[in-house]
């Protein structure tokens, strides 16, 4: 019942303990190579575990808020002092100027609900703090909403599973639907913004016009 996209994250849990759990925490947080690792599933699953006293609900979200937290500061100054240099460097195919500049204003304008908001969105919580760094977010701002996005997240995920594992009877039956509802909710907030644009909702017509086409088969 607990496993996820194959992976069993009782086991996974139970088998890395509270130093792995802030690590992949903090993978996920900041790392390149941690875009793919169950941050919102594996939190959730924390708690409920936690209320089934297999681990102590303190310790657990000290250490998820702290690896959160740390994460975030290390995609950051990642960002700023690596990301910068890449995009000094002449255009390439994937490299361009341009792309520092967008960067930039767009996180003057959003940064700082975009980096609460992308704790909550597999891969982008991942990619946010370190695109933030090459943007040259304000790093007092980029801070505060770390710490606002940290909390929510990091200590927010596992007191739900903690909760509902001492609330609900028999929740252990449920946790894969509940998991399943968690990942889809934590991509509404965002698509619903992004939506909110009238050029990005012409461009959803567009793309949604050429695919009726191609199942049509026509040109």
Do not use: C
């Amino acid at each position: 019942m607990e496993l996820l996209l194959g992976i069993d994250l009782v086991a996974l849990i139970k088998a890395v303990g509270y130093i792995g759990l802030f690590l992949i925490v903090f993978a996920e947080s900041g790392l390149f190579v941690g875009f793919f690792l169950p941050g919102d599933s594996l939190l959730f699953t924390a708690g409920f575990l936690a209320s089934q006293g297999y681990l102590h609900i303190v310790p657990l979200i000290i250490l998820t808020f702290t690896g959160a937290v740390l994460g975030d500061n290390f995609g950051y100054a990642f960002g700023k002092k690596v990301g910068v240099r890449i995009f000094t460097k002449d255009d390439s195919l994937v490299f361009h100027k341009d792309h520092l500049k967008r960067a930039q204003a767009y996180y003057e304008k959003y940064g700082g609900k975009t980096i609460v908001l992308a704790r909550f969105i597999p891969v982008v919580r991942t990619f946010a703090p370190i695109v933030a760094g090459v943007g040259n977010m304000n790093y007092k701002d980029f801070f505060l909403y770390n710490l606002i996005g940290g909390l929510a997240w990091g200590l927010g995920m596992p007191l739900l599973g903690y909760f509902l594992g001492s609330m609900v009877p028999n929740i252990d039956h449920y946790l894969i639907p509940i998991i399943l509802l968690i990942i889809f909710g934590s991509f509404v907030p965002p698509v619903a913004h992004f939506l909110k644009e009238k050029h990005h909702r012409q461009q959803v017509r567009s793309l949604v016009g050429r695919l009726s086409k191609l199942v049509m088969g026509k040109k």
